[in-house]
């Protein structure tokens, strides 16, 4: 199939349809094309959807009315085109004229016309100025997020919205049961494969080189994970002390799991669970990758009868939330999340909170996490459920990272090019 072709499929599922980004990658990787091509078609599907709000904007202009349901694939040709035309440095009237051919192999000729004629209107006109932009087309986030965003962090919400739209760093985690950190680095040097030290994470390395993780060496041995440094944190927060009895909830896809169980002594039981099969193989292939093993349920964590006769030292619960605080990862989030499912999350974190806490031990520790910088989720969380469980007490954190909230620690994106998340820790009295 076509490579730009191809591209308007995925932009049509993406947008319109259920698929995720994660998915359409997963799909490019699968088909066929070659490395480069590949490259191409990913970059440019996270162009467009970097840049959706400012592009669906400018085609719209164009356009006397919003294209029909059915024709939603030749809004995605100019939603397409425009990006290349705008942000790419493809030839200008050969892009038109592709995405012209691409309208025509859809069997929709009719569109033909109108691709040219907005494509030659685009290169003949100037950059819209800024002051006539609307806030979704000048920050690229749909209008409810925005406000969002500027009520939680008025003194850091351009930059919040900037670091968004952004490109994220190859962020990986050695594996020290399965390779020094430092003779990684070494062999990374060998391999003249270039990367820094991440600032805040040890173990933490940011590779430089465009590269696959599969193409990194030691993959096939467990010698790292790919993980945010941000996400790396989890583990550090749980190392320093030994746990016997360990629960992972919301487990899947497994680089936290895989992290936990490097972190954790050799004598410590895991126990990880998660309700999604599909997200739980991932899990298991993760853990064969790595040469681990612990247990694995496929569980919904807020069913009332999980455990009835176990409890656990330690939990750890990676709130299922609005993924807001990794958006340059995955800037599909801006288009498929709404106010509506954030309120049903809310209500789910709240119902796992309460329900995992019975399976605490006294003295035991829940670790609160989510890839959220939206304080409903976070400190507005724990607040919740504290006014509600009179057991419960917030443990200090003593790290650096971040910054301090009324109950547990920050990062926004960016800072020290790492992903937004939030941690909590609490004990049961």
């Not at 040219?116 to 003949?124: C, D, F, S, T, V």
């Not at 999350?345 to 939206?374: A, D, H, M, P, V």
């Amino acid at each position: 199939m076509n490579l730009r072709l191809y591209c308007v499929v995925l932009l049509k599922k993406i947008i319109y349809e259920d698929m995720s980004i994660a998915l359409a990658t997963k799909k490019i990787r699968g088909k066929g094309f070659i490395k480069q091509d590949q490259s191409k078609l990913i970059s440019l599907i996270y162009g467009v959807l970097r840049h959706y709000y400012s592009l669906d904007h400018r085609v719209n202009l164009y356009l006397k009315k919003r294209m029909r349901s059915k024709d939603k694939d030749v809004e995605c040709i100019l939603l397409s085109m425009t990006y290349q035309l705008l942000h790419t440095n493809t030839p200008q009237y050969a892009t038109i004229s592709e995405n012209v051919e691409i309208a025509r192999a859809m069997n929709k000729p009719w569109a033909t016309g109108v691709i040219n004629a907005i494509g030659r209107k685009i290169l003949r006109e100037a950059p819209l100025e800024e002051n006539k932009l609307t806030d979704e087309a000048k920050y690229e986030h749909p209008e409810w997020m925005i406000k969002m965003i500027k009520t939680d962090w008025p003194n850091a919400w351009r930059e919040i919205l900037a670091q968004n739209n952004k490109a994220p760093p190859f962020t990986i985690r050695t594996i020290k049961k399965n390779i020094d950190h430092n003779q990684y680095k070494k062999i990374l040097k060998k391999e003249n494969v270039k990367f820094e030290q991440c600032i805040s994470s040890p173990k933490g390395l940011i590779i430089k080189d465009k590269l696959r993780a599969e193409e990194l060496p030691l993959y096939n041995e467990g010698g790292f994970i790919v993980q945010d440094e941000a996400a790396q944190f989890a583990s550090e927060l749980v190392s320093s002390r030994k746990r016997k009895n360990i629960l992972d909830v919301c487990a899947a896809p497994g680089g936290k799991t895989c992290a936990l169980i490097d972190s954790l002594p050799n004598s410590a039981c895991l126990s990880a669970l998660d309700i999604n099969k599909n997200r739980l193989n991932l899990l298991k292939a993760n853990l064969h990758r790595l040469k681990f093993s612990c247990k694995l349920y496929q569980i919904d964590a807020t069913d009332d009868a999980i455990f009835f006769d176990q409890s656990f030292d330690l939990i750890v619960l990676d709130a299922p939330c609005s993924s807001s605080g990794v958006i340059r990862r995955h800037p599909d989030i801006k288009i498929k999340k709404n106010r509506d499912n954030l309120a049903i999350t809310l209500k789910l974190q709240f119902k796992l909170l309460s329900n995992i806490w019975r399976f605490l031990s006294i003295g035991g520790e829940l670790l609160y996490i989510t890839c959220s910088i939206f304080k409903k989720e976070n400190d507005q969380m724990i607040f919740k459920f504290l006014d509600t469980q009179k057991n419960a007490k917030v443990i200090n954190f003593d790290n650096e990272w971040g910054f301090e909230t009324k109950f547990g620690r920050q990062i926004l994106p960016g800072i020290n090019n790492s992903d937004g998340f939030f941690y909590s820790k609490l004990r049961k009295t």
